[in-house]
């Protein structure tokens, strides 16, 4: 099978073999879960629940009051009573509201209040996205776009590929490769659910090359799901980052996704290979995304595995013969990823549905240096996969011209990490670049705030 791949990138140590190949392990239930109400990228939620209500697990507790086409409920992912609705620390250490439950037990029945099994190949369009959209479903590789809007584009917006992501590109993460390993059925049942929804014709499979070996169980399942339409397996080069949509797409089709633009541009609808195995049981089941397949490791992680957790876990909250941390040893927690993650306080952060992982490292796994001012070396040009100008877009966000940040490619960023993975000055660049995006925001938020309100002053004097 030939190996595609994209220009540039990086080499980076995997580090996965503390998990390759180790089996997903159901975590024993939490004695509580923290729910935060807004896991996805789109208009906030509220809560549906009061303190002291008696809650079933897979019941919605959280939703917009007016649901519009960029919201996503959340569902209870324990049997238990509201104890508390508080802001926590979450995952990308903001504050958001959380809906705390504690579990009354065992769960005698662990399917709570799913809703009804629902055909995908025989219901409408409309009663598909809604299911989808009804289970909470929203990307499970990192952003948490949801998932019934990223399979409606546009009419003018034809789609020709639809693209599984199992490149798992990250350092540590094994999780992606142990759900396609134990459900590949699901998973190729997942894809020709959004085919059908989609009316896509052909899908690919995207993995690195060192997951070579999974190649033939999933043409073994392709061949036996006898589902309509195209369905292969594309084998992509072991490089960061390769699990990138953009980086994905050119490998896999040899388009790129415009400046600006997103895959639909290029005609492509990328889904996480979790997502899609979460689609297929929504359908199947009727379970909505109250469970998330992670990988807890790094060298302070005694144990270090894949596991399925009710979303909202703490590992603090699991027996340490399940989860033993060695905290004499950690140095550093990440959600996510070593390149795209971020860094948090403490190991009491709830997991959410796009957690894919937590690292728990050591000294010898990490650095702590201080910066040093910009050689201009050009390594973060050469290796950026977007081909953008990091440090050029430094140099205009250090000077506060955030309009030449933005010529520069700031919004065209995917915040992969290399550029600050390659910098000899050890430059956190990224994390001027969220910060630069998040300001370029408030900016934006503040523009139209003021045209608002100059249009209602317009409105108002026009009246008199």
């Not at 906030?44 to 079933?56: A, C, E, H, R």
């Not at 094994?174 to 759900?179: G, M, N, R």
């Not at 390769?242 to 609808?269: F, H, N």
Request: charged share 20%.
């Amino acid at each position: 099978m030939a190996v595609s791949t994209f220009k540039r990138g990086l080499h980076v140590p995997t580090r996965k073999t503390a998990t390759e190949g180790k089996p997903v392990e159901l975590v024993p239930t939490p004695k509580q879960v923290v729910i935060p109400i807004n896991q996805h990228f789109g208009a906030p939620n509220q809560s549906l629940v009061q303190v002291g209500d008696t809650v079933k697990r897979g019941q919605k507790i959280a939703d917009a009051i007016s649901p519009g086409p960029m919201t996503v409920p959340v569902h209870a992912s324990i049997t238990g009573i509201v104890k508390k609705i508080e802001p926590r620390t979450q995952s990308n250490n903001s504050e958001g509201l959380c809906i705390v439950i504690e579990a009354e037990g065992p769960d005698e029945n662990p399917d709570g209040e799913f809703m009804p099994p629902l055909d995908a190949f025989t219901c409408t369009r409309e009663e598909a996205l809604k299911r989808i959209r009804d289970a909470g479903m929203t990307g499970m590789g990192g952003a948490g776009f949801p998932s019934h809007v990223k399979l409606s584009p546009p009419p003018n917006k034809p789609i020709d590929f639809i693209i599984a992501d199992g490149a798992e590109c990250e350092p540590y993460l094994t999780t992606d490769e142990a759900v396609i390993t134990e459900k590949p059925h699901r998973l190729i049942q997942g894809l020709a659910i959004i085919m059908k929804i989609t009316g896509v014709k052909k899908a690919i499979i995207g993995m690195e090359d060192n997951k070579a070996k999974l190649v033939p169980l999933l043409e073994q399942e392709i061949r036996l799901g006898n589902y309509d339409g195209d369905i292969t397996v594309g084998l992509c080069k072991t490089l960061y980052p390769q699990g990138g949509e953009k980086m994905l797409i050119t490998a896999l089709t040899g388009r790129e996704v415009p400046s600006g633009g997103l895959p639909m541009d290029a005609r492509c609808i990328v889904q996480n290979v979790g997502t899609l195995v979460a689609i297929a049981e929504a359908f199947t089941l009727g379970k909505p995304l109250i469970d998330r397949d992670l990988t807890v490791s790094g060298g302070a992680c005694k144990l270090p595995k894949n596991i399925r957790a009710p979303i909202g876990t703490l590992l603090t909250d699991l027996p340490p013969a399940f989860m033993d941390i060695d905290y004499s040893r950690l140095r550093k927690i990440l959600f996510g990823g070593p390149m795209m993650g971020f860094a948090v306080p403490t190991v009491a952060i709830p997991i959410q549905k796009n957690t894919s992982g937590i690292i728990l490292m050591t000294a010898e796994e990490t650095y702590a240096t201080v910066e040093t001012p910009c050689i201009h070396c050009a390594r973060c040009i050469r290796n950026c996969p977007c081909r953008l100008s990091p440090a050029i877009m430094n140099d205009s966000l250090e000077a506060g011209d955030l309009d030449y940040a933005v010529k520069a490619g700031l919004m065209d960023c995917i915040e992969c990490g290399s550029c600050t993975f390659v910098c000899p000055a050890r430059i956190k660049l990224v994390q001027r670049f969220r910060v630069g995006k998040g300001r370029l925001r408030a900016r934006q938020q503040a523009a139209q705030a003021a045209a608002q309100a100059a249009a209602a002053k317009a409105g108002a004097s026009a009246k008199t």
